[in-house]
C-alpha cells in the first residue's frame, strides 16, 4: 500500500460534458474513456475495488462522481461537467482523500494514527547528491511545520542517524505515466520500528524558490518547497484538506502553484494532533514516511 502523488488524468476527448445519469431499467450508457476515470476514483477512495473497470456509466459510479463533487465543492451533478474534469487533470497527492484502511506492515499517512511519540525529531540527506540551495528549501519547510507545532522539534542530522531520510535516487520504471511520486509507513519487525524515507526522483529537476517564476503545473514543472510542505504535513499525521488555501490541499491548483505559508486551518490541524498524541504517550517511537517524487521535466539539476 502506498501513498502517490499523481500526475492528474487527462480525461480522453471522447468523454463528454453533457451526458445524463442512468436511469431505472434503462441500457447504461457507455462512454469511451471512463474506466480510466473510474481507476481514478478506485484510488482516492471514491469507488469500491474492481478487477476489471469499464467504459459503462453505472449508479456507483455516478454516486462516486457526486460524492467527488461534494468533497471539493463543485457543483453536484452527477456527471463529468467541465469543472469536475478540470480538477482530476490537476496534479495532486496521491494519499486517497477517503475510505482507506491503516494496515502495517506498510500503510497510508492517516491522521489519528500517529506513528511517532517523541518530542525531537531529526531528519538528514543522503551525502552528496542534494544541493545546497535544496537542502535550504527542505529545511525552511521542517521549520515552518516545527514552529506550527509548539512543541515538535525538527533538526538536521547525518543521514544514517536520522529519523526522517531525504534522498534523490534513480527511478527507472514507470508505473504509471500519471504518477510522479510514492509514499507510506512501515513498520519493521521484530522490534516494530516505523520507519519511513523522503526521496526524490534523481533524474528530474524540481523548481526552487528562486525559481517561482519557471512554475508550470502544464509543463510538470512543480515547486519543491510546496510539495515538501504538503509531504510533511502526513509525517505529522494529518489528512488532507479541501479548503484551497490549505497546504494540505491535495491538488496544485493553477492559481497556487507555490504555497508554503500554513493556513489557520493547518495550524489549528496541527496543535489538535499534538494534543492528541500527548494525551496518548507511550514512549519513544522512531518515525518516518516514505516519500518518492518523480517528475519528467523541472528546474534544475545536479
Not at 495550524?267 to 514516511?289: A, F, H, M
Given at each position: 500500500?502506498?501513498?502517490?502523488?499523481?500526475?492528474?488524468?487527462?480525461?480522453?476527448?471522447?468523454?463528454?460534458?453533457?451526458?445524463?445519469?442512468?436511469?431505472?431499467?434503462?441500457?447504461?450508457?457507455?462512454?469511451?474513456?471512463?474506466s480510466r476515470i473510474k481507476e481514478y476514483f478506485y484510488k482516492f477512495g471514491y469507488l469500491q475495488f474492481s478487477e476489471t473497470f469499464n467504459d459503462?456509466?453505472?449508479?456507483?459510479?455516478?454516486?462516486?462522481?457526486?460524492?467527488?463533487?461534494?468533497?471539493?465543492?463543485?457543483?453536484?451533478?452527477?456527471?463529468?461537467?467541465?469543472?469536475?474534469?478540470?480538477?482530476?487533470?490537476?496534479?495532486?497527492?496521491?494519499?486517497?482523500?477517503?475510505?482507506?484502511?491503516?494496515?502495517?506492515?506498510?500503510?497510508?499517512?492517516?491522521?489519528?494514527?500517529?506513528?511517532?511519540?517523541?518530542?525531537?525529531?531529526?531528519?538528514?540527506?543522503?551525502?552528496?547528491?542534494?544541493?545546497?540551495?535544496?537542502?535550504?528549501?527542505?529545511?525552511?519547510?521542517?521549520?515552518?511545520?516545527?514552529?506550527?507545532?509548539?512543541?515538535?522539534?525538527?533538526?538536521?542530522?547525518?543521514y544514517d542517524d536520522a529519523d526522517i531520510k531525504v534522498g534523490f535516487y534513480n527511478f527507472n520504471d514507470v508505473v504509471d505515466a500519471y504518477v510522479?511520486?510514492?509514499?507510506?509507513?512501515?513498520?519493521?519487525?521484530?522490534?516494530?520500528?516505523?520507519?519511513?524515507?523522503?526521496?526524490?526522483n534523481g533524474n528530474i529537476y524540481w523548481a526552487l524558490p528562486s525559481e517561482n517564476n519557471s512554475l508550470s503545473w502544464e509543463n510538470d514543472v512543480?515547486?519543491?518547497?510546496?510539495?515538501?510542505?504538503?509531504?510533511?504535513?502526513?509525517?505529522?499525521?494529518?489528512?488532507?484538506?479541501?479548503?484551497?488555501?490549505?497546504?494540505?490541499?491535495?491538488?496544485?491548483?493553477?492559481?497556487?502553484?507555490?504555497?508554503?505559508?500554513?493556513?489557520?486551518?493547518?495550524?489549528?490541524?496541527?496543535?489538535?494532533?499534538?494534543?492528541?498524541?500527548?494525551?496518548?504517550?507511550?514512549?519513544?517511537?522512531?518515525?518516518?514516511?516514505?516519500?518518492?517524487?518523480?517528475?519528467?521535466?523541472?528546474?534544475?539539476?545536479?
Open positions: 500500500m502506498v501513498s502517490k502523488w499523481f500526475r492528474g488524468i487527462k480525461p480522453p476527448k471522447r468523454i463528454k460534458n453533457n451526458f445524463s445519469p442512468p436511469q431505472q431499467n434503462q441500457p447504461l450508457n457507455q462512454i469511451e474513456g471512463l459503462f456509466l453505472d449508479q456507483q459510479t455516478v454516486s462516486a462522481i457526486e460524492t467527488y463533487q461534494q468533497t471539493f465543492n463543485l457543483q453536484v451533478t452527477g456527471h463529468l461537467n467541465d469543472e469536475t474534469l478540470q480538477l482530476i487533470s490537476l496534479p495532486r497527492c496521491a494519499v486517497p482523500d477517503m475510505n482507506f484502511t491503516y494496515n502495517f506492515p506498510e500503510a497510508w499517512p492517516k491522521a489519528g494514527n500517529q506513528w511517532f511519540q517523541k518530542i525531537n525529531l531529526t531528519y538528514g540527506f543522503l551525502p552528496t547528491n542534494i544541493p545546497a540551495n535544496a537542502t535550504k528549501a527542505f529545511g525552511q519547510a521542517f521549520t515552518r511545520w516545527a514552529n506550527a507545532t509548539g512543541r515538535l522539534n525538527l533538526t538536521q542530522t547525518n510522479f511520486g510514492v509514499s507510506f509507513i512501515r513498520e519493521e519487525p521484530p522490534f516494530n520500528v516505523k520507519t519511513a524515507e523522503i526521496r526524490l512543480l515547486d519543491l518547497e510546496s510539495v515538501t510542505m504538503h509531504e510533511i504535513g502526513h509525517v505529522l499525521g494529518l489528512d488532507h484538506s479541501f479548503l484551497h488555501e490549505s497546504v494540505m490541499y491535495p491538488y496544485i491548483l493553477p492559481s497556487q502553484q507555490r504555497k508554503i505559508q500554513l493556513s489557520n486551518f493547518d495550524k489549528n490541524n496541527i496543535l489538535q494532533q499534538n494534543i492528541e498524541s500527548n494525551s496518548d504517550y507511550r514512549g519513544s517511537w522512531r518515525v518516518l514516511v516514505i516519500t518518492t517524487l518523480s517528475l519528467g521535466f523541472c528546474i534544475w539539476c545536479f
